[in-house]
């Protein structure tokens, strides 16, 4: 599902900006693309330890937009590129795709599973 630019855009570390709708606003989370894992070609996994109000958000709204880049990747006309995606999150707590990032992320308590429906280059 995703394309080459995408995918060293996420080789490379930036910062990713993950949204979710809460009651009243809506709440924004950060991680780095170097945590970010793909599997079964359309879905992001990412190790959580706190994402207290994004796991209470997602409880409620399960829709997620999510940015994210990297100035090392070349975008459309200069050094930088960026990435708006969107689709639906769960938390897993146990499972296969679990025990496969608490392997190489000790630290984590939960993963964010997000399941993408459409990803566009924005830079």
Known sequence: ???EKFLEAISKEGVVSI???GLNEA???NTW?????IVENN????PAAAMIKTETNINNNNKIKMTL??????GYRY???GF???GTAKFLKEGKNFDMMKSKYSFLTRVLEITVSSYKQTL
Request: proline residues 0%.
């Open 79 to 81: 050094m930088g590129t």
């Open 69 to 74: 880049g990297s100035h090392e990747v070349m």
């Open 43 to 46: 879905k992001i996994l990412i």
């Open 33 to 37: 693309n170097s945590y970010l894992t």
């Open 19 to 21: 949204v979710t709708s």
């Open 1 to 3: 599902m995703f394309n």
């Open 27 to 29: 709440h924004v989370s």
């Open 84 to 86: 708006l995606i969107e």
